[in-house]
């Protein structure tokens, strides 16, 4: 039997999964001692995001992000990205 998908709870399950594995990640580069720099519900770049940051070897950022919404009311690019 065929259920009718409610679409907006469709992407909070795909959202909510997504975001777990940013916060997965997050514990993973604590564990193996890097400094992580974490931040959730970020609008960033026309969108709100969580993400974490850590640095590389060559002291380059990196980061892990999920997508999570489009931001509301942002008319010009935020300098995060």
Do not use: F, I
Not at 7 to 25: F, G, I, L, M, Q
Not at 26 to 37: N, V, W, Y
């Amino acid at each position: 039997m065929l259920m009718p998908v409610n679409p907006a709870a469709a992407a909070r399950s795909r959202y909510s999964a997504a975001a777990a594995r940013v916060t997965e990640a997050a514990s993973r580069l604590a564990a193996e001692g890097l400094a992580t720099e974490v931040e959730q519900d970020t609008a960033c770049c026309y969108a709100v995001q969580d993400k974490v940051w850590v640095h590389g070897p060559g002291s380059e950022p990196w980061e892990v992000y999920v997508v999570k919404a489009d931001a509301e009311g942002t008319d010009t690019v935020v300098a995060c990205c």
